[in-house]
């Protein structure tokens, strides 16, 4: 089956250490998302690309970079985690030709910064 | 700017009973509308979508959102939930444009009680 995986699913890190969150996808899809998950706050977009020449920033891009490796692979990196970096991140892909871009989401990976 | 308002962050209902979540958006253009799902510790997944034609959509478990354009509202209802049907569940718009993003809301979570 076509799918978003991610790696690692859970990872507990400490404070000041820098940290890859890898994305993989099989669907074939141009456009990729990373997302982190707050109780409470729903959904926030860090940075997104679609294509392997073209990453832009979200909304909270501060603190976190990115890395689009070929189309099917999309990193994002914690260069210094920090303690309110504590969340679930979700990778999402959208195929080029989806007009109303409908996502479809990895499992995410539950990050803990101590 | 588009936004997403889900008027109740947790909806606590009994099993057999009726619910719906609440969905309201904020947009001048037309719009694509989806409901996702997020069960305990799992991805989100797409439960349904609104991007023309009938205002009533249905999902394949017994969901179902109609889209009301002049309210600017997509609530979710299901008429009997189950016990499985205890998720969050997150609203989001697009407006179909070259940002290609989606806007979520911050979830609302379903406790389904025996």
């Known amino acids: 089956d076509a799918d978003v995986t991610q790696t690692p699913r859970n990872r507990i890190t400490k404070t000041g250490k820098r940290i890859m969150l890898e994305c993989s996808q099989t669907?074939?899809?141009?456009?990729m998302y990373w997302y982190r998950q707050d109780p409470g706050l729903g959904l926030r977009l860090i940075y997104y690309?679609?294509?392997?020449?073209?990453?832009n920033k979200g909304e909270i891009s501060d603190g976190y970079s990115v890395s689009r490796q070929a189309q099917a692979k999309f990193s994002l990196s914690l260069e210094s985690a920090i303690p309110n970096q504590t969340a679930l991140y979700f990778c999402?892909?959208?195929?080029?030709?989806?007009?109303?871009?409908?996502?479809?989401f990895g499992p995410g990976t539950r990050l803990t910064v101590l | 700017a588009q936004s997403v308002t889900q008027l109740d962050s947790q909806v606590p209902v009994f099993e057999e009973a009726p619910v719906e979540l609440r969905c309201n958006y904020s947009?001048?253009?037309?719009?694509?509308l989806f409901w996702y799902v997020q069960y305990p510790n799992q991805g989100l997944q797409l439960l349904l979508k609104?991007?023309?034609?009938?205002?009533l959509v249905e999902s394949i478990n017994g969901f179902e959102a109609e889209f009301n354009k002049s309210q600017t509202s997509f609530h979710l209802r299901k008429p009997s939930v189950h016990i499985s049907d205890t998720a969050e569940y997150f609203c989001?718009?697009?407006?179909?444009?070259?940002?290609?993003?989606?806007?979520f809301g911050k979830g609302t979570l379903l406790t389904v009680n025996p």
């Open positions: 999402a892909t959208s195929p080029r030709e989806s007009s109303y871009n409908e996502q479809f």
């Open positions: 690309s679609f294509d392997v020449k073209d990453i």
């Open positions: 669907k074939g899809h141009d456009r």
């Open positions: 947009s001048s253009v037309s719009v694509y």
């Open positions: 989001a718009v697009s407006d179909g444009g070259s940002n290609y993003k989606l806007t």
């Open positions: 609104y991007l023309s034609g009938s205002t």
